[in-house]
């Protein structure tokens, strides 16, 4: 069973870094890109980047290039998704996602739980 | 970036009813469009990938069609579980999602 597991809850202080991950299970973790997803309070999906674990290739939406780092320890079956300073805008819940393909298009068909970052002075 | 506007922002109907949500593409994006339903306080799910493929185990109520830059996601007999958001997603060049339809019973 395909599984996506991400790490638990955080709340942080404006200023802090964090790193969360998200650990591929149940398949070929180097077969299929992780992508990252951004969910704030009541609002929609924002798509923030994508890394091939393979290769560790990344590509990042414009609106987030910058503001955080993707990464991944194939060794390990893991992607991660960290900040070096947070602000409380970026509270919201996290998701990553497996993108698999169809024809020459791309799907996220399975989802993490989710980790929901809180950051509040 | 291709910016994907879904339309109308909400929606209320009841048990058995019809319903569609329209999404459009600022630039043609072929067929390379994917439908999302997340219930509230749960992870998406995807229902729907190329426009009009259903994804497997999802309900043959919910179906898709359109290509270019106009798609629709009909349900064709609304049920208490589908009380929703949905959301569409473009692939053709990175993977950007609309605003989101809530739906409500």
């Known amino acids: 069973e395909v599984q996506l597991a991400q790490s638990g809850a955080e709340v942080k202080k404006p200023g802090e870094s964090l790193k969360i991950s998200c650990k591929g299970s149940g398949y070929t973790f180097t077969h299929y890109w992780i992508g990252w997803v951004r969910q704030m309070p009541g609002k929609g999906l924002e798509w923030m980047g994508i890394i091939s674990p393979a290769d560790s290739d990344i590509r990042y939406s414009p609106s987030f290039q910058g503001q955080v780092t993707i990464s991944a320890d194939k060794s390990i079956n893991t992607a991660y998704l960290q900040w070096s300073s947070l602000k409380a805008s970026d509270t919201a819940m996290y998701y990553c996602?497996?993108?698999?393909?169809?024809?020459?298009?791309?799907?996220?068909?399975?989802w993490g739980h989710g980790t929901l970052v809180t950051v509040s002075s | 970036d291709i910016q994907m506007t879904q339309s109308p922002s909400s929606l209320s109907a009841s048990v058995g009813e019809r319903v569609t949500i329209s999404c459009r593409a600022s630039?043609?994006?072929?067929?390379?469009l994917n439908w999302y339903q997340q219930q509230p306080g749960k992870t998406p799910k995807l229902l729907i990938y190329?426009?009009?493929n259903l994804q497997s185990g999802v309900p043959s109520r919910f179906s898709g069609s359109g290509s270019g830059t106009d798609f629709t996601l009909t349900i064709s007999s609304l049920q208490p579980e589908d009380s929703a958001t949905y959301y569409c997603q473009q692939s053709f060049s990175a993977l950007t999602f609309g605003g989101g339809t809530r739906v409500e019973i």
């Open positions: 190329g426009a009009s």
């Open positions: 630039q043609t994006i072929n067929f390379f």
């Open positions: 996602a497996r993108r698999d393909y169809y024809d020459a298009g791309s799907k996220f068909d399975y």
